[in-house]
């Protein structure tokens, strides 16, 4: 920092950090720089350093300079999905013959990336429970290279401690990836708390509006920050320029999204953890959760994510999903609306028969933030 920089906040990063005013016309929002290349003066000679989409764009360089601001990183990357991050992070970091850990709650599509893609190309991996670091050094081998962990995980929202994860992993020569897409940088920050690499995925609350598939990086360092930045531009998963403008769009009001969508879990968890069909609510916010305090150390709010249990089995779960109303069926999360889903038939099928199958009679809610009053009426109704 010069001696002319203030220190800023959350908030304002999210507004200002690599959106400068447009230096030709001082438009305040970064452009949509729709284009794939660029005219060069002179063989070699590129104008900011841009020569073709693929490698670089202006609009993807604003939101990767703002994704390293507000999650406290060395170097921020943009991609294509969620999923596209987090296979050309474990191409960057792993080769064959490796091995990583990997969360007995991961979200369905990581743990299929693993267990379907990286199998094939000679990586292995084997699941810990993140939140016993006993069970987690069980699992180090020698060539272990990574840990990965949730946290809030999905769908069980399990609480992991990060800076013990950190150290145990470390200790073993691994790093710390940290899946922090049901927490967002507002409310959680892991590489203050000894993560390596940050992955999410920016459909959800970053993006915030389900209206974009996208996916990010950050780093801690920034010599990995390159080796991962080489391996975007070769593989190619990259953040289109509008993708990456929506993105950038939903970061600058991230933060007062995510307090509303805390506010509003937390009373729906409550409603969910009185009501005589519920058998068990899974939100870290409520005092009984076993991650609570853990949570409430590491993170600023407990976010917008609410799992719970019914009592009746599998088909009372899924009549739950098909009677909510205000509360829409559909896979992701984090968008202002609530959405409603049956994690075992839907975000999660592809877990089924594995450590990592979810519970049949589980019904995973992302908690919108429409008026909190009607959301409770819906889920009264839901419940009968």
Avoid at 44 to 71: D, K, M, Q, V
Avoid at 256 to 265: K, Q
Avoid at 342 to 351: L, N, W
Wanted: hydrophobic share 40%.
């Amino acid at each position: 920092m010069t001696e002319h920089q203030l220190p800023q906040g959350f908030e304002t990063l999210a507004i200002h950090a690599g959106q400068e005013a447009d230096p030709q016309t001082g438009a305040v929002v970064t452009p949509i720089y729709q284009v794939s290349t660029y005219k060069q003066d002179g063989v070699g000679g590129l104008r900011g350093g841009y020569e073709y989409s693929r490698s670089a764009n202006p609009t993807r360089t604003a939101l990767e300079e703002c994704l390293a601001a507000i999650e406290g990183g060395a170097r921020g990357l943009a991609f294509a999905s969620g999923l596209a991050a987090e296979d050309t992070l474990l191409r960057t970091i792993l080769k064959p013959g490796d091995h990583i850990v990997i969360p007995n709650d991961a979200y369905g599509g990581t743990f299929r990336l693993f267990a379907k893609v990286l199998t094939r190309w000679g990586v292995e991996f084997s699941v810990a429970n993140t939140q016993d670091l006993a069970d987690v050094r069980a699992q180090l081998r020698p060539n272990t290279r990574a840990v990965w962990v949730e946290t809030p995980s999905n769908p069980l929202l399990g609480i992991t401690d990060l800076t013990a994860l950190a150290e145990v992993a470390h200790a073993a020569g691994a790093l710390l990836v940290v899946d922090n897409t049901f927490a967002s940088p507002y409310l959680q920050q892991p590489i203050a708390l000894g993560a390596d690499a940050v992955v999410h995925s920016t459909t959800k609350y970053m993006g915030g509006h389900s209206d974009v598939v996208g996916g990010a990086l950050v780093l801690a360092d920034a010599g990995l920050g390159e080796e991962v930045a080489y391996h975007q531009n070769a593989m190619g998963a990259v953040s289109g320029p509008f993708d990456a403008w929506l993105v950038l769009r939903g970061i600058k009001t991230l933060g007062v999204r995510m307090d509303r969508h805390s506010a509003n879990a937390e009373k729906v968890a409550e409603l969910l953890a009185g009501h005589p069909k519920v058998s068990q609510v899974l939100y870290p916010g409520l005092p009984e959760h076993p991650g609570h305090d853990i949570a409430a150390k590491q993170m600023k709010a407990f976010g917008g994510m609410v799992s719970f249990r019914v009592h009746g089995g599998e088909e009372a779960a899924v009549e739950v999903c098909n009677r909510a109303q205000l509360f829409t069926l559909g896979e992701s999360l984090g968008g202002v609306e609530s959405l409603i889903e049956h994690p075992g038939r839907m975000t999660h099928a592809s877990v089924a028969g594995s450590a990592l199958e979810v519970p049949a009679d589980l019904v995973r809610i992302s908690v919108g933030i429409e008026s909190v009053d009607d959301l409770l009426a819906d889920l009264r109704q839901a419940l009968g």
